[in-house]
């Protein structure tokens, strides 16, 4: 069966420093990838996203960046952190759309809080 | 521009009450509508999902309505239990995209009272 596996759970940081946040899934190939952030009040905003490795689309100009480095994983990065770059931060993933009921699956979350 | 508008924010229910979350889009494109739920501390997880050729879905107490002249759809929640205090989070997509990505509503707060 699919896993995935996100860490650290929670992360405090403070301003200026980098971060590296880390996702990794198995039992399938080829996923799609994911990163989200949650804001409170604002739902789930899609941050990054990618179909292969090395493929990286982003969504919103921002701080972070992500990368590819394997086929099942993914890596959210940022070189300076902002207080702005608090939330609550998911990656998932899904099988590419071939799969028309294809669910988009979640890790549980890293809890940034930015000092 | 949001995608998907839900509402509302937050409900409280009643044990034993029906909890109903509604939805709405713009994109005549979409042809996939997922809801998901998500406990504290925990990542979202898929609860039901519905296609716009038909009208309802029903799984246990969890029923999807879904409107596509109104381009609405909605969540009802049957004898609404503690257990089903949870943020729920309704989406939709165009499959048939390059990518096939989720627009996700910004989510209901469901508590329900015992």
């Known amino acids: 069966s699919q896993t995935i596996h996100q860490w650290p759970a929670t992360l405090v940081q403070p301003v200026g420093s980098p971060l590296s946040l880390e996702c990794t899934v198995e039992g399938t190939s080829n996923p799609n990838l994911y990163w989200y952030r949650q804001a409170a009040g604002r739902g789930l905003q899609l941050l990054f996203y990618s179909v292969g490795i090395g493929q990286i689309s982003s969504e919103v100009p921002q701080n972070l960046s992500a990368s590819r480095p394997q086929d099942r994983q993914f890596i959210l990065s940022s070189k300076k952190l902002l207080l702005s770059d608090s939330g609550f931060y998911l990656c998932?993933?899904?099988?590419?759309?071939?799969?028309?009921?294809?669910?988009?699956?979640f890790g549980n979350g890293t809890r940034l809080t930015v000092t | 521009q949001q995608q998907v508008k839900q509402s509302p924010q937050s409900l409280i229910v009643q044990k034993g009450g029906i909890s109903i979350i509604n939805c709405a889009y713009e994109?005549?494109?979409?042809?996939?509508f997922p809801w998901y739920q998500q406990f504290p501390g925990k990542g979202p997880a898929l609860l039901i999902a519905?296609?716009?050729?038909?009208s309802e879905k029903k799984e246990g107490r969890f029923t999807i309505s879904f409107n596509k002249s109104a381009k609405q759809f909605s969540l009802h929640i049957m004898d609404s239990q503690p257990g089903d205090s949870a943020t729920y989070f309704c989406a939709a997509s165009d499959r048939g995209s390059t990518l096939g990505r989720l627009y996700f509503g910004r989510g209901t707060q469901l508590t329900v009272w015992p």
């Open positions: 519905i296609r716009p050729d038909v």
């Open positions: 994109n005549t494109a979409f042809d996939y």
């Open positions: 998932a993933w899904s099988v590419p759309r071939e799969s028309y009921n294809s669910p988009l699956h």
